[in-house]
Structures are given as structure tokens and as C-alpha cells.
């Protein structure tokens, strides 16, 4: 079975700092892979996503991804971070094998922006 | 406006009221799904429609049933709910199941508490 781990529950960044969130993930195959942020008393938002190709995917509001698969992750980066990043992120994988149709999330991990 | 409306946002119910979770997409998706947020643990999905058909049941308790009269609207109705069961449900929509490639389209979510 697959699944996600998020080793980080908390981090603080000073807003204009760089940020990256940790995931690492457990799968038989080359997974698909997401990044999606929940606002306060809102929904998830995709911001991005890996199927396959180059390895380093672009998403929205400046954040981009990594996918290593000798490392079994995809870490979560954006060079400098504004306020209105303060939210919960959640990295999560979907079943390239076809046999799952929802995802496996990790835990989240809470981005506190520091002034 | 992410496309996928939940109602109510907020409910309260005790344990021997029955009630009902509605949700709307508006993307033409042909799949939806049920999630379950609780706090400190990963998101759990519960169910999983495609066509108005029920193809995942994630070993929900019968407290839970759902409802998926067409393509565009899921139910989740709710009876006899214990405390453990309060949190945040989330409903999401993809164009088509079987493929975990298919991006999910999250609700805001219903935030339920059982007393």
C-alpha cells in the first residue's frame, strides 16, 4: 500500500525567506504525485502536480517541486515566501497502476510566515 | 470559487439525529468522492463514485451512507454518529476515476460536530 509521510507538523519561515516542505513517499512504481494547500476554512487547492518527465515541475503562486526518485520524495520549494502562504500543505500520491481512484495524503505540514 | 459547492458549511448534531451532507460540482466531472479530516491524522477517503456508481468503500461504517443521485451531486447522510466521527468533510470531483492521475477538485468542506 502506498503512502506519504510529511515529517514536518510545523515550520516557520520569516516572510522574503525560502521555503521547502518535506515529503517523501512509499510506492511499488513511479507514483503521481501532488502538492495542495489548504487556506483557514477553505478547501484544498492543487498547486501542482508530477505524472512523469522533467523532474522538477513548476506550480502556481511561485512554488515549484521536486521529484527524486533515488530519494523517494518531492519536496515543496519557492524562494521567497509572502504572508498569505500561511496555511496548511499537504503532499499526497495517486495510483499510477490504475487500481485506486483517490489519493493517499500525508499529515500536512502548518507554514507559520513570520513578519 | 473552486466549482465544488458543500452544504452546510457548519453542523452540529447529536448522536441520534440524522442529517445530511450535500455537495454540488459544477465541472462536468464524472467522478466524486467523500473525505475525512480529522485532526493530526492524514486526510481518509471514504467513498468513491463514477457514473452515479459506487466503486471504492473504504470500510465506512454504516452511519455513513452515501448517495449519488447524478453526476454532478453526492450525499452523504448521516444517523446515529458518535463523538469520534466529528471533523471536517471534504467532497472532490474529477473527470474520470481509474487513474490516479485524475486531479481532484476539493469542496470547502462541511465542519461537523457530534454532541
Same mark, same amino acid.
Given at each position: 500500500?502506498?503512502?506519504? /509521510? ?10 522574503? =525567506? ?5 515529503? %517523501?513517499?512509499?510506492?511499488? =512504481? ?24 522533467? /523532474? ?10 521536486? !521529484? ?5 520524495? !518531492? %519536496? ?10 500561511? =496555511? ?15 489519493? /493517499?495524503?500525508?499529515?500536512? /505540514? ?6 | ?8 458549511? *457548519? ?17 462536468? *466531472? ?42 454532478? *451531486?453526492?450525499?452523504?447522510?448521516? *444517523? ?36
Amino acid at each position: 500500500a502506498q503512502s506519504v /509521510t510529511q515529517p514536518d507538523i510545523h515550520i516557520t519561515v520569516s516572510e522574503g =525567506a525560502s521555503l521547502e516542505l518535506r515529503c %517523501n513517499y512509499s510506492y511499488g =512504481a513511479t507514483p503521481y504525485l501532488f502538492w495542495y494547500v489548504q487556506s483557514p476554512g477553505q478547501g484544498l487547492q492543487l498547486l501542482l502536480k508530477y505524472f512523469s518527465g522533467d /523532474t522538477l515541475v513548476q506550480g502556481i503562486k511561485g512554488f515549484e517541486a521536486e !521529484f527524486k526518485r533515488s530519494q523517494s520524495s !518531492f %519536496n515543496l520549494r519557492k524562494p521567497s515566501v509572502h504572508w498569505s502562504d500561511a =496555511a496548511e500543505y499537504f503532499c499526497a500520491v495517486g495510483d499510477s497502476g490504475g487500481g485506486a481512484d483517490g489519493l /493517499t495524503f500525508g499529515k500536512g /505540514t502548518h507554514l507559520i510566515i513570520q513578519p | 470559487e473552486t466549482g465544488v459547492t458543500q452544504t452546510p458549511r *457548519h453542523l452540529v448534531m447529536g448522536m441520534t439525529n440524522k442529517k445530511s451532507l450535500k455537495c454540488e460540482q459544477h465541472l462536468g *466531472h464524472n467522478a466524486m468522492y467523500w473525505y475525512k479530516q480529522s485532526a493530526k491524522k492524514p486526510l481518509e477517503l471514504m467513498f468513491v463514485y463514477n457514473f452515479k456508481e459506487q466503486t471504492e468503500n473504504n470500510s465506512v461504517p454504516s452511519r455513513f451512507s452515501p448517495e449519488c443521485p447524478n453526476s454532478s *451531486h453526492l450525499f452523504l447522510h448521516l *444517523h446515529t454518529l458518535q463523538p469520534e466521527d466529528s471533523a471536517l468533510y471534504l467532497c472532490a470531483s474529477s473527470q474520470d476515476r481509474g487513474q490516479g492521475s485524475n486531479i481532484q477538485y476539493f469542496g470547502a468542506g462541511t465542519r461537523l460536530s457530534v454532541l
